[in-house]
T-cell receptor, first 109, second 116 residues
Framework: LAKTTQPISMDSYEGQEVNITCSHN???????ITWYQQFPSQGPRFIIQ???TKVTNEVASLFIPADRKSSTLSLPRVSLSDTAVYYCLVGALGSTLTFGKGTMLLVSP | GAGVSQSPSNKVTEKGKDVELRCDPISGHTALYWYRQSLGQGLEFLIYFQGNSAPDKSGLPSDRFSAERTGGSVSTLTIQRTQQEDSAVYLC??????????????FGNGTRLTVT
C-alpha cells in the first residue's frame, strides 16, 4: 500500500493560489492519485484525479512529476469556502484504499 | 441521481449494546468501502467489498466489528457490545469498477455514533 505524507495544515488568504504537496514514494505502477475535500459533518468529496503529468478541471489542477513520487494539488484564487481538509489518496480500483491524515487548509479574509 | 445514503445519520447508544449502521451505495457501484473517522482525525479504513469477491476485512479493529453486503448492494456494519472508544463517524463510500475506469470514491455523509 502506498503511504502518503502531507502537511498537517496550511494557511492562506482569499484570492491567493494554494499548492498542497503530497509525497508517495512507494506508489505502484497501476496506482492513481486522487484528491478529496472534506467539510465538517460531511463525507469527503472528489476534487481531481490523475496518473501522470498535469490534469486540470474547473476547480483545481494536479501536477504529477515524471517519477510520480509526489503530487501537488493547486487551488487557484481560493475563497473562504475552500477552508476544508484535503486528502491525497494513492491507489487503484480493486485494492484497499487507505487515506492519510490530510491537510487542514484555513483561508482567511 | 441519488448519491450514497447512510442511516441513521446519528445514533446514540449505551455501552454494551449492539448497533447496525446501513449504507445504500450508488446504483450499479460494485465496490463499497467503510471508514471510521474519530473527532479531528483522518479516515481509518475498516472493510472493502468488491463484487462477489471475499471482502477485505483487514481494517476491522476487533471481532466486535462485522459487515455484510447483501445482493451486492446494501451494506450493514454491525458493532457488538459497543465501547466508548467506538464513538466516531462511520463513513461509507462506493465506486464503479468498469474496466479501464479508475472511478473515484463517492461518500455518504456518515453515521455519527455516540456510545455513552
Amino acid at each position: 500500500l502506498a503511504k502518503t505524507t502531507q502537511p498537517i495544515s496550511m494557511d492562506s488568504y482569499e484570492g491567493q493560489e494554494v499548492n498542497i504537496t503530497c509525497s508517495h514514494n512507494n506508489i505502484a505502477t497501476n496506482d492513481y492519485i486522487t484528491w478529496y475535500q472534506q467539510f465538517p459533518s460531511q463525507g469527503p468529496r472528489f476534487i481531481i484525479q490523475g496518473y501522470k503529468t498535469k490534469v486540470t478541471n474547473e476547480v483545481a489542477s494536479l501536477f504529477i512529476p515524471a517519477d510520480r513520487k509526489s503530487s501537488t494539488l493547486s487551488l487557484p484564487r481560493v475563497s473562504l469556502s475552500d477552508t476544508a481538509v484535503y486528502y491525497c489518496l494513492v491507489g487503484a480500483l480493486g485494492s484497499t484504499l487507505t487515506f492519510g491524515k490530510g491537510t487542514m487548509l484555513l483561508v482567511s479574509p | 441521481g441519488a448519491g450514497v445514503s447512510q442511516s441513521p445519520s446519528n445514533k446514540v447508544t449505551e455501552k454494551g449494546k449492539d448497533v447496525e449502521l446501513r449504507c445504500d451505495p450508488i446504483s450499479g457501484h460494485t465496490a463499497l468501502y467503510w471508514y471510521r473517522q474519530s473527532l479531528g482525525q483522518g479516515l481509518e479504513f475498516l472493510i472493502y467489498f468488491q463484487g462477489n469477491s471475499a471482502p477485505d476485512k483487514s481494517g476491522l479493529p476487533s471481532d466486535r466489528f462485522s459487515a455484510e453486503r447483501t445482493g451486492g448492494s446494501v451494506s450493514t456494519l454491525t458493532i457488538q457490545r459497543t465501547q466508548q472508544e467506538d464513538s466516531a463517524v462511520y463513513l461509507c463510500a462506493s465506486s464503479s469498477d468498469r474496466a479501464f475506469d479508475n472511478s473515484p470514491l463517492h461518500f455518504g455523509n456518515g453515521t455519527r455514533l455516540t456510545v455513552t
